[in-house]
């Protein structure tokens, strides 16, 4: 069932604002899978707590694992065996559908494996050839995506594989996430069109030397990590980089300023690149101890960018394109078709209908602006289209989003922290 329509509140006032922004979905739901076969009791800090997440926590938890809150904040995350049949609820969360299969190849006994409607067409192919090539069993019809079932056989032989990539770098992160309990641990080569989202890559080879693993990413295309024992992790999860993107985007749209405290000096989030294309766009960035501010007095520009590395700013990015004083070009990233729904499709519609020129290029989008008039920005179950649509809204008065609880795939107080950056303390605007 769809949830409400929210009526995005618009400003002609400029925003001046600090948002704290909850913890890095990506970053959360590593360390959670890595704790969930560790050595010992791990302790996440701040987590992310959202659909994304709590899924994830689902999972783990029905392949034994124990994970309970602490403090308030914290989740202490016990290892345990897996009992009886489990079935993984995956949701939308490409996190869940590529990164548990491969753990649960461990358990004693079959796994199920489904999720939402739109779930069932996420590109999980390549990654289900590549667990039965290192001698994992599995059941599906033949589509190479949800459902399956994987067959847990309590130990995976492990070793080399070969597979493409090119639709997500979570085909590469989930087999490396699993690697070290698997007998020879795993090779893994990518044959294909260019891997994207190397920083989450990079995010997950971090993660794993974190806990202790022995990892080989120097060659391209090729990574290596090694059999042996997890440690115990104490981690403090990032704010979200990618989730800040709209509240920045904000400053831009309104001529004002914005603050997110807590912003990483070294990251592997691939949302850090907001600072580089705000910065483009022609925004005052600045990163200090008391975390990254952006902030504009005119108008800002197109930009011609290429977003292959962190593609899930794209629908951010996009909204502002269509806000700015000239064209944009958006390149790289073709394979967000199969993000939670075809992005590139989505956003020429829904800017199309406000009144933008935009057209879907082979691997993204050009966008002219023109004049927008209000319409209902339509969300198809994609957190990004919600963001996105609130940046429209922002300058267009009378924008409806449809659906707006979607956003709660990663950040379930979206509309109370954007209320609260316009100085607007409550969720404004629902209509239903
Ligand atoms: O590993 C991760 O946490 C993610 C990797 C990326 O996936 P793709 O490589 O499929 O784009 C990114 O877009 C997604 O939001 C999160
Ligand atoms: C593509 C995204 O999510 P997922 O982890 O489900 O792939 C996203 O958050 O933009």
Same mark, same amino acid.
């Given at each position: 069932?769809?949830?409400p329509?929210?009526t995005?509140p618009a400003t002609?006032?400029?925003?001046?604002?600090?948002?704290?922004?909850?913890?890095?979905?990506?970053?959360?739901?590593?360390?959670?899978?890595?704790?969930?076969?560790?050595?010992g009791?791990?302790?996440?800090?701040?987590?992310?707590?959202?659909?994304?997440?709590?899924?994830?926590?689902?999972?783990?938890?029905?392949?034994?694992?124990e994970?309970e809150?602490?403090?308030?904040?914290?989740?202490l995350?016990?290892?345990?065996?897996?009992?009886?049949?489990?079935?993984?609820?995956?949701?939308l969360?490409g *996190?869940?559908?590529?990164?548990?299969?491969?753990?649960?190849?461990?358990?004693?006994?079959?796994?199920h494996?489904?999720?939402?409607?739109?779930?069932?067409?996420?590109?999980?192919?390549p990654?289900?050839?590549?667990?039965?090539?290192?001698?994992?069993?599995?059941?599906?019809?033949?589509?190479?995506?949800?459902?399956f079932?994987?067959?847990?056989?309590?130990?995976v032989?492990?070793?080399?594989? *070969?597979?493409?990539?090119?639709?997500?770098?979570?085909?590469?992160?989930a087999?490396?996430?699993?690697?070290?309990?698997?007998?020879?641990g795993?090779?893994?080569?990518?044959?294909?069109?260019?891997v994207?989202?190397?920083?989450?890559?990079d995010?997950?080879?971090?993660?794993l030397?974190d806990?202790?693993?022995?990892?080989?990413?120097?060659?391209?295309?090729?990574?290596?990590?090694?059999?042996?024992?997890?440690n115990?992790?104490?981690?403090?999860i990032?704010?979200?980089?990618?989730n800040?993107?709209?509240?920045?985007?904000?400053?831009?749209?309104?001529?004002?300023?914005?603050?997110?405290?807590?912003?990483?000096?070294?990251?592997?989030?691939?949302?850090?690149?907001?600072?580089?294309?705000?910065?483009?766009?022609?925004?005052?960035?600045?990163?200090a101890?008391?975390g990254?501010?952006v902030?504009?007095?005119?108008?800002?520009?197109g930009?011609?960018?290429?977003?292959?590395?962190?593609?899930?700013?794209?629908?951010?990015?996009?909204?502002?394109a269509?806000?700015?004083?000239?064209?944009?070009?958006?390149?790289g990233?073709?394979?967000?078709?199969?993000h939670e729904?075809?992005?590139?499709?989505?956003?020429?519609?829904?800017?199309?209908?406000?009144g933008?020129?935009v057209?879907?290029?082979?691997?993204?989008l050009?966008?002219?602006?023109?004049?927008?008039?209000?319409?209902?920005?339509?969300?198809?179950?994609?957190h990004?289209?919600?963001?996105?649509?609130?940046?429209?809204?922002?300058?267009?008065?009378g924008?409806?989003?449809?659906?707006?609880?979607?956003?709660?795939?990663?950040?379930?107080?979206? *509309?109370?922290?954007?209320?609260?950056?316009?100085?607007?303390?409550?969720?404004?605007?629902?209509?239903?």
């Amino acid at each position: 069932m769809p949830s409400p329509d929210w009526t995005c509140p618009a400003t002609t006032e400029p925003v001046d604002a600090v948002v704290d922004l909850p913890g890095s979905k990506s970053l959360t739901n590593r360390f959670l899978v890595l704790a969930a076969r560790a050595s010992g009791v791990s302790r996440l800090r701040s987590p992310l707590r959202s659909r994304d997440t709590l899924l994830m926590v689902g999972a783990l938890r029905g392949l034994g694992a124990e994970v309970e809150e602490v403090d308030g904040d914290d989740w202490l995350v016990t290892p345990g065996e897996t009992q009886g049949e489990p079935l993984v609820d995956c949701g939308l969360a490409g *996190t869940v559908m590529r990164f548990v299969p491969p753990l649960a190849a461990l358990a004693h006994g079959p796994v199920h494996f489904d999720g939402d409607p739109q779930a069932r067409t996420r590109p999980m192919g390549p990654a289900l050839e590549a667990m039965r090539a290192l001698g994992v069993r599995i059941d599906d019809d033949g589509r190479g995506a949800l459902p399956f079932t994987v067959r847990g056989a309590g130990s995976v032989r492990g070793g080399a594989v *070969t597979l493409d990539a090119s639709a997500s770098s979570q085909f590469i992160s989930a087999l490396l996430l699993s690697g070290p309990h698997y007998d020879h641990g795993v090779t893994i080569h990518h044959d294909g069109k260019p891997v994207p989202s190397q920083p989450h890559i990079d995010m997950t080879v971090e993660a794993l030397r974190d806990a202790g693993a022995d990892v080989d990413d120097t060659e391209p295309n090729l990574w290596r990590v090694e059999p042996g024992p997890l440690n115990p992790l104490d981690v403090q999860i990032e704010p979200d980089l990618s989730n800040a993107a709209p509240f920045l985007a904000a400053a831009l749209v309104t001529r004002g300023r914005v603050r997110v405290p807590g912003w990483p000096q070294h990251t592997t989030q691939a949302g850090d690149e907001i600072r580089d294309i705000l910065d483009e766009m022609g925004a005052d960035v600045s990163l200090a101890r008391d975390g990254l501010t952006v902030s504009a007095v005119d108008g800002f520009g197109g930009v011609d960018v290429d977003l292959h590395d962190a593609s899930e700013l794209t629908p951010v990015v996009a909204a502002l394109a269509a806000l700015a004083e000239g064209p944009s070009l958006i390149r790289g990233v073709a394979h967000i078709r199969g993000h939670e729904t075809d992005r590139l499709a989505a956003l020429a519609r829904e800017l199309g209908a406000l009144g933008a020129i935009v057209t879907e290029t082979e691997d993204g989008l050009h966008i002219t602006p023109r004049p927008l008039s209000p319409t209902t920005f339509h969300t198809y179950a994609d957190h990004r289209m919600v963001m996105a649509g609130a940046v429209i809204g922002l300058a267009v008065p009378g924008v409806v989003v449809e659906d707006v609880d979607t956003v709660a795939k990663t950040l379930p107080t979206f *509309t109370t922290l954007w209320a609260g950056m316009l100085g607007r303390h409550r969720a404004e605007g629902r209509t239903a």
